[in-house]
């Protein structure tokens, strides 16, 4: 019994020795995998960030500006608004954001403080991202460098400038999201609806606008006479006169790879800046738009002289 004691007793010390050892090592194991969920966390952002082409509005390359600092100017029927700086930084940027107000600024277009977001911010098509898509997105905006550039202030005129009034804006015009995929159609089919509707917000500048701003959603990506910057929008539905209707899959598919149409000729403006982005999304993401686009109502609008 004397030696079974002794026994016990030497190989519980031995694990009281050890048991140090096995936590450290049990933590180790924990911090490496919070890091492998972080950083694919941050590549799978970068890609959805990418998609929403964030760099493209919230960068001012004609005054040299940085990446994702904002600045740059977007003309409208109301005012020109200029993107805020959504890089990190605590003073200037998002950089004491937390993910509910990310959350929050992206699904129902209010800012931390409570107060509405104007809709050039495209939140009315952003509302449809899935949270675990906007946790990402942010992720990989915190992992940027920050950038000290304050925001510039909008050049919006009386009584458009009065955010107040985007609640019964909101009212009438604004659904949120997020986006539920359509059972009765294909993975592939609501790949492309996620795609064009919530990520790539092609709505946006395709959609023709009511005397208040609205997308007309009866004429969803039927071209848009007055987009960004004054500059008129394509019909991108099938409609065969004055949409893409005459388009394979595959002319679709090479458009948002290179920039090149069908008829010999090459996109330019602002849709040259959104190949910059389409073009790294993965072939899969390509032909998922390219079946979506395919799919929607034809509407007819006027040709382009």
């Given at each position: 019994?004397?030696?079974?004691?002794?026994?016990?007793?030497?190989?519980?010390?031995?694990?009281?020795?050890?048991?140090?050892?096995?936590?450290?090592?049990?933590?180790?194991?924990?911090?490496?995998?919070?890091?492998?969920?972080?950083?694919?966390?941050?590549?799978?952002?970068?890609?959805?960030?990418?998609?929403?082409?964030?760099?493209?509005?919230?960068?001012?390359?004609?005054?040299?500006?940085?990446?994702?600092?904002?600045?740059?100017?977007?003309?409208?029927?109301?005012?020109?608004?200029?993107?805020?700086?959504?890089?990190?930084?605590?003073?200037?940027?998002?950089?004491?954001?937390?993910?509910?107000?990310?959350?929050?600024?992206?699904?129902?277009?209010?800012?931390?403080?409570?107060?509405?977001?104007?809709?050039?911010?495209?939140?009315?098509?952003?509302?449809?991202i899935v949270d675990d898509d906007v946790r990402a997105i942010k992720a990989y905006l915190f992992s940027l460098t920050?950038?000290?550039?304050?925001?510039?202030a909008h050049d919006v005129s009386f009584p458009f400038s009065w955010r107040f009034?985007?609640?019964?804006?909101?009212?009438?015009?604004?659904?949120?999201?997020?986006?539920?995929?359509?059972?009765?159609?294909?993975?592939?089919?609501?790949?492309?609806?996620?795609?064009?509707?919530?990520?790539?917000?092609?709505?946006?500048?395709?959609?023709?606008?009511?005397?208040?701003?609205?997308?007309?959603?009866?004429?969803?990506?039927?071209?848009?006479?007055?987009?960004?910057?004054?500059?008129?929008?394509?019909?991108?539905?099938?409609?065969?006169?004055?949409?893409?209707?005459?388009?394979?899959?595959?002319?679709?598919?090479?458009?948002?790879?290179?920039?090149?149409?069908?008829?010999?000729?090459?996109?330019?403006?602002?849709?040259?800046?959104?190949?910059?982005?389409?073009?790294?999304?993965?072939?899969?993401?390509?032909?998922?738009?390219?079946?979506?686009?395919?799919?929607?109502?034809?509407?007819?609008?006027?040709?382009?002289?």
């Open positions: 019994m004397w030696c079974l004691g002794q026994v016990e007793r030497g190989l519980l010390g031995l694990m009281c020795r050890r048991l140090p050892f096995f936590v450290l090592g049990l933590l180790a194991a924990a911090r490496m995998a919070l890091a492998a969920d972080d950083a694919a966390s941050i590549e799978r952002g970068a890609y959805l960030a990418n998609a929403a082409d964030c760099a493209a509005c919230h960068t001012d390359v004609s005054r040299g500006g940085q990446p994702f600092a904002g600045g740059r100017a977007l003309a409208t029927p109301f005012g020109t608004f200029y993107s805020p700086n959504i890089t990190p930084d605590p003073e200037t940027g998002i950089g004491r954001w937390t993910d509910a107000q990310f959350l929050r600024a992206m699904r129902h277009g209010d800012r931390p403080d409570g107060a509405n977001y104007f809709p050039a911010f495209p939140y009315t098509s952003f509302t449809w920050p950038v000290r550039q304050p925001s510039r009034l985007l609640n019964g804006w909101k009212l009438l015009y604004f659904d949120t999201g997020p986006f539920r995929p359509t059972p009765a159609r294909s993975a592939e089919h609501n790949r492309g609806a996620y795609l064009v509707t919530a990520l790539t917000h092609c709505g946006e500048c395709h959609t023709p606008r009511n005397w208040f701003g609205a997308m007309d959603q009866s004429r969803f990506l039927g071209g848009n006479p007055q987009g960004p910057d004054g500059k008129p929008v394509p019909n991108i539905t099938p409609d065969k006169k004055t949409g893409i209707g005459n388009w394979s899959a595959d002319d679709i598919i090479k458009v948002l790879t290179d920039g090149h149409t069908p008829d010999f000729d090459e996109v330019a403006g602002a849709m040259a800046e959104v190949v910059k982005s389409t073009a790294k999304l993965t072939e899969e993401d390509r032909r998922a738009i390219a079946v979506y686009l395919q799919s929607v109502p034809s509407v007819s609008s006027p040709q382009r002289k």
